[in-house]
């Protein structure tokens, strides 16, 4: 009797660490995978300064750099100017730009894109929602997508206008 008694302790004792183990595993594991290249490209719709409403697979059939972005940023600042010369140039061969700014209001934003001249659309992501579903980190952060919604280029860090051009042309081609 002792020895089934020790027995079963032994095997709920063995289930509780087995189990404990599991669940303190999954904890750290992210909830969901963030995207990487080779990917589709995680759907999203934010609203723009300008109050339109803008829908990543609306924009399916073009090439679409997807940047998230801080005004207090100092990299971000300084690929902007890039970002906005590469837009103007290949936009109206299917180029689109969504700056996607990390939880600032309304009046940082337009500022920010007044104060650089900055023409493409500049998204707001209140929650951080689409932050998080790309797994973002590090700003700036761009995710280049191809005209089927697959992401092709993915640069975390700030991007020179020679670096852009190679990217969009080899997209648009």
């Known amino acids: 009797m002792k020895k089934q008694k020790r027995w079963l302790q032994a095997v709920i004792f063995a289930a509780v660490v087995v189990l404990g183990g599991y669940t303190i595993v999954e904890g750290f594991r992210?909830?969901?995978?963030?995207?990487?290249?080779?990917?589709q490209a995680p759907d999203f719709a934010l609203s723009a300064v300008d109050g339109r409403i803008y829908e990543l697979s609306g924009l399916r059939g073009k090439v679409v750099l997807v940047n998230f972005w801080g005004s207090w940023?100092?990299?971000?600042?300084r690929e902007m100017p890039a970002i906005e010369s590469q837009y103007r140039k290949w936009k109206p061969s299917g180029f689109e730009v969504l700056a996607v700014n990390i939880g600032e209001s309304a009046v940082t934003v337009k500022g920010f894109m007044e104060q650089?001249?900055?023409t493409f659309p500049a998204l707001?992501?209140?929650n951080e929602s689409v932050r998080k579903k790309y797994?973002?980190?590090?700003?700036?952060?761009?995710?280049?997508?191809?005209?089927?919604?697959v992401i092709r280029f993915k640069q975390e860090g700030e991007m020179n206008e020679p670096m852009i051009e190679r990217i969009v042309v080899?997209?648009?081609?």
């Open 124 to 126: 707001y992501d209140p």
């Open 73 to 77: 940023c100092e990299p971000c600042k």
């Open 135 to 149: 797994g973002v980190v590090v700003y700036p952060t761009s995710f280049f997508i191809d005209a089927r919604g």
């Open 30 to 39: 992210s909830p969901t995978k963030t995207p990487e290249v080779g990917d």
């Open 170 to 173: 080899s997209l648009l081609s």
């Open 116 to 118: 650089y001249g900055l």
